[in-house]
């Protein structure tokens, strides 16, 4: 099945009862029994609901997966990932990293004796001299948030199996309309699906997906027993934004090049980062393992004053300035104060995020629109 038909139809079936096209919003939290243990597959809908059930198996169907496991938001699927982990263990990552994901790091679970390790993760020899007999996952953005780094995946895959270690790729910037990472290597594929996923900037739910059967019952059980589930609205809303992802992220690709060319020439910006750009570092990569260059642009301007930043993101007015990203609608952040405020300022430089660093999540509207509000926004300075 291809992808664009897989978007409208996998993991859905009509409704047994009553025929209806769409998924119910089945809004219960429990479910009668005819004899204690003689159910229908629903006991309470902390551990299962059919709505949650159905947008699981549509996300695993997507990533060519066996097993989709839902959360409350991104980062409780982030916290149950390193919950596979025990004290003593080693976690090995990238220094350009989601804010709210080092955050949890280095803030939550360093505290129970789980280490982190950050550095490049584009330098294959660094990754390998950084492992250690204790090393049991390695933690992968592709592209980065929010310098747009690309990160071989195949090459972390074989460093990782090397090691004994888990691979964890955060999809959420590619999706897998651009990007399978299961079928490369990764053990463990992670979205926000607030993101792209969703795309209507309506709700807030993460998943996991996997194929391997022991991985998949620890990451249920860590589901249903820590309790970060999402409610069944959220999960309609998110089966409903899928059904046109495939459409979106084409016309997100499209705008993104676009804008990131017309801003590799602009008099006033001094670096763009985008990786459709032939002078992107990792954009042989790209080529490789994507099948276009998704729709976040970082850039900075000349000058490196923050008060140019500043006033380029109180001008702009197509692009709302929000946290964070993938809806219909674009939008301009200002990472080091907003999403990896989180993080050090120094950390935050080693991987470029500069105080004059600005991103834009680039929306579906008319290409010549987009490009006169930034160059509007462009003119204040």
Known sequence: MKFGTKVIHAGVQPDPTTGAIMTPIYQTSTYVQAAPGDHKGYEYSRTHNPTRTALQQAIAALENGTHGICFASGMAAVDAVVKLLKPGDEVISTFDLYGGTYRLFTQVFAAYGIKFTFCSLSDIEQVKSKITSATRMIWVETPTNPTLQIIDIAAMASIAKSAGALLVVDNTFATPYLQTPLDIGADIVLHSLTKYMGG?????????????????????????????????????LVLRGIKTLHIRMERHCYNAQHLAAFLSNHPKVEKVLYPGLANHPGHQIAKQQMKDFGGMISFTLKGDRIQDALTFLSNTHLFSLAESLGGVESLVGHPASMTHASIPKAEREKSGLTDTLIRLSVGIEDIEDLKEDIDNALKAI
Do not use: W, Y
Not at 207 to 220: F, G, T
């Open 200 to 236: 209507h900037s309506d709700v807030v739910m993460g998943a996991l997906v996997v194929k391997d059967q022991p991985l998949a019952e620890r990451l249920i059980f860590l589901q249903n027993a820590c309790g970060g589930t999402p409610g069944p609205q959220d999960c309609f």
